[in-house]
């Protein structure tokens, strides 16, 4: 997509974000009724909110990107540099060795990270890509959740109990190349006029971010230690603000 075909959308995603202050949740029909547009251009418009974090897969509001998003749109600012994300791990950042939680075989996830993350969530309105092995069998679209695995699942359910929501997942062929899996999401987003000038990676192995020279945004935890802790979060909250 290219830049004028995405200046093209502005002026009718600026009139749907205008329509959001009011509302805690919307769903692709109240877009297709609050534009008078078809299913598939508003399909496309919830999806790139999901993406860039404005709402939940589920369609729940984040006010402040949205006022963010809004902001730069109605100022005809270009690309949009408003949005910080936190690329997430789970085994050894949400657990770590001394979990009691199981999620069938496996270790589960430790209530008490899940509160250390909600408050790196609401203290930078960061949204979260999911680098994990979890991932796998994790759909963003409410339509494949059906298709979703046990441990997807779990995981959607531990993090909706504090209204914490996974945005989105990175895509790469090899396990072990996350970082190029993340360079990749940000050029996807770049495409579409957005930047992202902050972010922050979660995960308790280096896999190849030395390669893809993403160690500086790297907030390394340790499954055989603590999982993630306040001096992560403290660290983490430093790359983002």
């Known amino acids: 997509m290219t830049k004028q075909q995405d200046e093209q959308k502005i002026p009718l995603m600026s009139k749907l974000l205008e ?28 999806d790139t909110l999901v993406e860039i974090g404005c709402i939940s897969n589920e369609g729940l509001i984040n006010l402040e990107l ?21 690329f997430l791990d789970v085994d050894g950042v949400l657990n770590c060795h001394s979990t009691k939680a199981m ?39 409410t339509k494949l959740k059906d298709e979703q ?28 190349q996350r970082g190029k899996g993340i360079l990749d999401y940000l050029d996807r987003l770049k495409m579409k006029g957005i930047i992202v000038d902050k972010f922050v990676i979660l995960d308790d192995y280096l896999f ?11 907030v390394q935890t340790s499954y055989n230690d603590k999982g993630l802790t306040k001096r992560h979060i403290k660290k983490a909250l430093e790359l983002l603000c």
């Open 149 to 176: 695995d046990d441990m997807a699942n779990y995981l959607d359910k531990k993090l909706a109990i504090q209204n914490v929501y996974i945005s989105a997942k990175t895509e790469e062929d090899d396990p072990f």
């Open 66 to 86: 949205v006022r963010r998003y809004y902001f730069h749109l109605a100022k005809k600012q270009y690309p949009i540099r408003t949005h910080k994300i936190i």
């Open 103 to 141: 999620c069938g075989p496996y270790k589960g996830i430790d209530h008490s990270k899940v509160t250390l993350l909600k408050e790196l969530v609401e203290e930078t309105h960061a949204y979260i890509v999911l680098i994990s092995s979890w991932k796998d069998n994790w759909f963003r679209s």
């Open 208 to 218: 190849d971010y030395k390669e893809t020279k993403l160690t500086k945004h790297l």
């Open 19 to 46: 329509t959001l202050s009011g509302q805690k949740k919307i769903t692709i029909s109240y877009i297709v009724r609050n534009l008078g547009i078809g299913f598939v251009r508003a399909k496309e418009m919830f």
